[in-house]
């Protein structure tokens, strides 16, 4: 996938109006992205019904409702009615305590003299609500002059600006930061970052992003970093037009990026090989966009970049430098689909589950001739095949291979199966979302013998030391069950049941399992809606107790 070609997750919006075209229309998007059952219910509904639909006592209670409402239009008549399809006369933002307006106003896809059309009150709302400073967003719609309407878009501003500690790792190997971050700099939208972090590993670094997402009011948005490391530096910057809304047709943009660390290889938790790494790499892209129900999306890009390693004593190995120049092809396919949710991966806000499956192939060369240090082809593939039940159960799986091949054989093979299971239990004590993972990664990659995955702690699977396991194969599995114990406007706080399973190994699998539980402290008010994770976990074949801590869920 190219850069900034990803869909965009997003939340789903009330469609408002009481006219029949409103409600129609209204009928129509819902029933293609329903809020799943039990979460809140439509104020639309509410307000026409007169009361909330998880109250009815109709089996398909989300049917009678809609039909209900339109038959009701039908009887009562749209004389006065007001909504989709009328002028727009003018636009009231509220709320906002520190963002400017027309930094809210911008995001809108409609203005002043427009047709008031729900598709694009929608995805008006999911843009907003996509902003890590903004929380609730609702746009809805009151009389004007005749023929016209004022939109009134209500915002909520979020803790965007924060001095704070951070914690991360196991209580083995714990590593810590000093975060200071505004994600709304000046009310402007732009964001700054300053983080200081002792890594339990790697030791000292300190970086500071920048970033604006609508550099001087247009669509473009540029994105930089500086950072120092006491086992190297990274250096970025940015420059993109990403698909900031459906009906955009291009996206485009060009990065430079430096970045130098240390790497390090393991045999059964021991040290085996450390290298300098360093990669110097400039690339741009571009993209077309076209199709409704289906996005269709070709794409070029190009990429330069110049590898370079180097052993660090007393080890002696290190990976053999390279440069490449590649240019390739991309095409995807992709069905915008969206859903909103509570309480599966975060504590107290809408969540937004992106539902659409997506399919992308991506193919090119690297040629001596135009600078390359190899000639080979490379291809390939990402699946994406995501369901939503009308009971509310989301399994959300994805498949990706890679490989090169030259001399009439392949080279390097990567692929990486995963799926992911949720549901909220709304009839169980505590609401608990259920959260099953599955993953599978594997890899051979001759150009580089001494790849691997690891696994144990932070990588993978609790109850078990970091780096606990070692190689070619990995395969991770893990079931939760997440209770919400208290939900407040500011906080939310939760738990977690867990059991793990899993394995990395090179020729001959050995599994190996864990179970515990954990809290879970989520803080819907603040930016990201962050989580904090504190879990105590047994692995059940080595037989230890193992303490962890963590932003956001495991998975």
Not at 221 to 239: D, K
Not at 293 to 299: A, E, N, S, W, Y
Not at 394 to 414: P, Q, V
Request: aromatic letters at 10%; glycine letters at 10%.
């Amino acid at each position: 996938m190219l850069p900034g070609v990803a869909a965009e997750p997003s939340r789903s919006a009330e469609v408002f109006g009481v006219n029949l075209k409103g409600i129609l229309l209204s009928s129509f998007i819902r029933s293609s992205s329903r809020s799943p059952e039990g979460s809140q219910p439509s104020p639309h509904l509410v307000s026409i019904c007169g009361k909330r639909c998880v109250e009815c006592k109709v089996r398909n209670w989300r049917q009678a409702c809609r039909w209900l409402c339109t038959a009701l239009v039908i009887v009562l008549g749209q004389s006065d009615g007001v909504g989709a399809g009328q002028v727009i006369g003018a636009i009231d933002i509220r709320g906002n305590t520190r963002t400017d307006s027309d930094i809210v106003q911008r995001e809108l896809l409609f203005e002043p003299g427009d047709t008031l059309s729900a598709t694009a009150v929608i995805e008006s709302e999911r843009i907003l609500r996509r902003l890590l400073f903004l929380g609730r967003v609702h746009i809805s719609s009151v009389a004007a002059a005749p023929g016209s309407v004022r939109v009134v878009v209500d915002v909520e501003d979020l803790y965007a600006r924060a001095l704070s500690p951070q914690l991360a790792g196991d209580i083995e190997e714990a590593s810590y930061a000093i975060v200071a971050v505004d994600y709304n700099l000046f009310g402007r939208g732009q964001y700054a970052r300053l983080t200081g972090f002792d890594d339990a590993r790697s030791g000292h670094r300190a970086t500071v992003h920048y970033g604006d997402p609508r550099l001087g009011g247009s669509h473009l948005r540029l994105a930089t970093q500086v950072g120092w490391a006491e086992e190297g530096h990274t250096l970025g910057l940015s420059l993109s037009q990403p698909f900031f809304a459906l009906a955009s047709s291009w996206a485009f943009g060009a990065s430079a990026a430096s970045h130098e660390a240390r790497s390090r290889l393991y045999n059964r938790g021991t040290l085996v090989a450390m290298y300098a790494d360093r990669i110097d790499v400039a690339s741009a892209w571009l993209v077309h966009s076209s199709g409704d129900q289906l996005k269709v999306r070709p794409g070029v890009q190009v990429s330069v970049s110049d590898n370079t390693f180097v052993a660090r004593s007393p080890y002696e190995y290190a990976p053999t430098p390279r440069r490449r120049v590649l240019t390739s092809l991309v095409f995807s396919l992709w069905r915008p689909r969206y859903v909103t949710d509570h309480f599966i991966k975060y504590l107290g806000t809408e969540e937004d589950f992106q539902v659409g499956s997506s399919a992308s192939v991506h193919a090119g060369v690297s040629s001596r001739t135009l600078g390359s240090d190899r000639d080979y082809l490379f291809a390939a593939i990402a699946l994406a095949p995501r369901f939503r039940s009308d009971s509310g159960w989301y399994l959300l799986t994805s498949f990706s291979a890679r490989s090169r091949w030259h001399a009439g054989r392949y080279e390097n093979l990567i692929s990486t199966i995963s799926a992911r299971i949720y549901k909220r239990l709304t009839r169980l004590p505590g609401t608990p979302a259920l959260a099953i993972r599955f993953n599978m990664d594997t890899l051979s990659r001759p150009e580089d013998r001494a790849s691997q995955y690891l696994l144990g702690g932070a990588s993978g699977l609790r109850g078990y030391l970091p780096r606990s396991y070692d190689g070619k194969r990995r395969l991770v599995t893990g079931f939760e069950l997440r209770p919400v114990f208290l939900r407040r406007t500011n906080w939310a706080l939760g738990g977690a049941l867990f059991a793990d399973a899993g394995g990395a190994w090179d020729s001959s699998a050995a599994l190996c399992s864990a179970v515990g539980a954990g809290f879970r402290l989520g803080l819907p008010r603040v930016y990201d809606n962050p989580v904090l994770r504190v879990d105590v976990a047994h692995g059940l074949r080595e037989g230890i107790w193992q303490f962890s801590f963590g932003l956001g869920q495991y998975f």
